[in-house]
């Protein structure tokens, strides 16, 4: 091996053993997502569908009804598209709504609300303007939460009760969102290890006035979500006090992954929103619009997107209040499934704005009609807050790494005499088990039991997959970026199923479902777990029955001759 290879091979060994530590810090109860790639439904975390506590309904609801009311009267989306700005009187009035406060405590200013009730909020905001969604979220998660999970008595002390205020704003690196016109910035910054010959990242708090903090370019013209304010910041030589280190030194990307995973919920509850809307405003123009003496909702190829979307905008819903019941629920690990709910939402929300805009014809472009802007928002979705394919491969890699370790411990077992052979059988039973056994998927109401059948079914298939191509990579499963596409893309299908299947269940025991007058039948429930289970067998199937040699091919031949095709 070249000096250089041993180097990055070095290089990689001593980020996996960062990504270990951080990632798999201790046991920790198992969730839904771990769980499926151990070939197991852990029913207590997706069944019964969750719902916001009882006692929260009546402030949630009264908030909900203030807020509309202040949106209805005070928010133009397409004025501060056009304007590139959020007026600063609207963001005052979230703040006096309490929208920058929603989950902190009441002792600093805060309403104190569960994860779910605060989805409901920005479920609202996200279905009329993604500039301010995207703006109070980075302020409620980058900002208000590094500091309530990280921060010390003192350093919440002093930024808290002014964050909760709206005055305060966070961002960081090249493209800082709100970054010019922010009092404090969540900064990641890479660090010499004292005394060692690593570095590290740590996380800090930094201000406009430190010596050294220049303003590049305040406010990067862009293509959406226009409304926020993107900066370019550069740090010269810029002395941080050892009072601004935000959590232990060294720690920063724990800070940055525990705080994107709670924007990640909020981030799906605003997709949520944004898919209703284009779910209504599709519906509104195909029941108004007459093409060929009848309206675009009588074509079959309308009335197939329609469908497509009241499926996608359901189980965006089911999984978005489901995955935020997990952290009101005090799992401690669920950065599978906010890592599956952004990749899942922001693929499902580009998809409505689509079908929506095609519904829409010639009229969507034009920017007398919202579809233009929203197909311009919802853009960056896909790669911002962690590109989707960097989510993809975390979430094959992430999930594979309990039944990857099985297999190791079994492995040594077998190669050496004085490996513990009892833990190994053991183990080697689970794998077993998992690859002849579906796991049981506990649905109440009779209706949906073939669907839990089938799903539990698909959970053993899918188990068998993850264990054969651990078998047949090994360490390099770490590179087969094409397999652990298929594995996160089943696993995702697999998760929103279940959430779907749990949403479909209680609305049958509650009695709250949009029925069809022949019985119990959900047509956008059933018709997301068709398709569901249909993609979930074709990333398995082609595990086996694939392209990728063709495709490694072509792509290394165009990258070779610099994108020409003669
Ligand atoms: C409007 C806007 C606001 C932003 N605000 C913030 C902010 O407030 N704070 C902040 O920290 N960041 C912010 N960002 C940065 C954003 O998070 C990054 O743009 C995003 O993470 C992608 O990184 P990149 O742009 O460097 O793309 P690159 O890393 O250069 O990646 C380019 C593309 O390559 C692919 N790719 C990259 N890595 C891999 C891989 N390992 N495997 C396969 N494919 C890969 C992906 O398709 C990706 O889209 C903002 C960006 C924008 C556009």
């Known amino acids: 091996m070249s000096e250089t290879n041993a180097q990055t091979e070095a290089k990689r060994n001593q980020q996996i053993g960062a990504a270990e530590e951080l990632l798999f810090a201790g046991p920790q109860k198992l969730g839904v997502a771990k769980g499926l790639f151990l070939g197991r439904f852990v029913a207590d975390w997706v069944m019964p569908y969750p719902t916001v506590r009882r006692e929260e309904v009546p402030e949630l609801n009264d908030s909900l009804a203030r807020l509309r009311a202040f949106l209805d009267e005070h928010l133009d989306p397409a004025a501060i598209d056009r304007q590139a700005d959020i007026p600063r009187e609207l963001i005052d009035g979230l703040a006096r709504l309490g929208v920058f406060g929603m989950t902190a405590p009441g002792d600093v200013g805060g309403r104190g609300f569960s994860q779910m009730a605060y989805c409901r909020v920005m479920e609202e905001i996200g279905s009329r303007c993604a500039s301010t969604s995207i703006f109070v979220n980075v302020q409620h998660s980058v900002g208000m939460r590094a500091l309530l999970l990280f921060g010390t008595p003192e350093q919440k002390r002093r930024w808290l009760p002014p964050l909760v205020r709206g005055e305060l704003l966070n961002g960081e690196k090249r493209y800082i969102t709100s970054g010019a016109i922010a009092q404090v910035l969540t900064v990641m910054a890479r660090m010499p290890v004292p005394g060692k010959d690593e570095s590290a990242i740590t996380a800090f708090l930094v201000t406009p006035d430190m010596p050294g903090f220049v303003v590049l370019e305040p ?22 006090p050892k009072e601004n280190i935000l959590g232990a030194p060294g720690k920063g990307l724990k800070v940055a992954l525990t705080v994107l995973d709670f924007g990640r919920v909020t981030f799906g509850a605003s997709c949520t929103g944004a898919a209703k809307t284009c779910l209504r405003l599709a519906v509104q123009h195909a029941n108004t619009r007459r093409q060929f003496g009848r309206t675009l909702g009588e074509f079959e190829l309308i009335k197939k997107k329609i469908a497509r979307m009241a499926a996608g905008a359901y189980a965006l819903q089911a999984m978005t209040y489901l995955t935020a019941s997990l952290i009101d629920r005090g799992l401690e690990d669920y950065m599978l499934e906010t890592a599956m709910l952004k990749v899942f939402s922001t693929e499902a929300l580009w998809m409505l704005v689509s079908e929506a805009f ?37 979430i094959a890699l992430v999930g594979m790494r309990a039944p990857g370790e099985q297999f190791r411990e079994i492995l040594e077992a077998f190669q050496n005499p004085w490996g513990d052979w009892r833990k190994a059988w053991l183990l080697g039973l689970e794998r077993v ?63 929103a199923s279940a959430c779907v299947l749990s949403r479909w269940d209680a609305e049958l025991q509650t009695g709250t479902a949009n029925l069809d007058p022949a019985g119990a039948r959900h047509g956008a429930a059933e018709l997301f777990l068709r398709g569901s289970f249909r993609r979930t067998r074709r990333s398995l199937a082609e595990m086996h029955d694939n392209d990728d040699a063709a495709v490694t091919a072509t792509a290394d031949w165009v990258l070779g001759r610099g994108g020409e095709l003669e």
């Open 433 to 495: 088990g998992a690859a002849v056994r579906a796991p049981e998927v506990p649905v109440r109401h009779p209706l949906l039991k073939p669907y839990a059948k089938r799903l539990g079914q698909l959970i053993r298939r899918f188990n068998v997959e993850v264990d054969r191509a651990l078998i047949r990579h090994r360490e390099e499963i770490l590179e087969r970026q094409y397999v652990q596409e298929r594995i996160a893309r089943a696993a995702m299908e697999l998760f």
């Open 358 to 394: 095609q519904v829409h014809g010639g009229a969507a472009y034009f920017t007398d009609r919202p579809l233009e802007r929203m197909l311009r928002d919802a853009r960056i979705n896909q790669i911002g807050e962690g590109a989707n394919e960097v989510l993809t491969s975390f």
């Open 219 to 240: 406010h990067m013209e862009k293509l959406g979500i226009r409304g926020t304010a993107t900066a370019r910041l550069a740090f010269r030589d810029m002395p941080v």
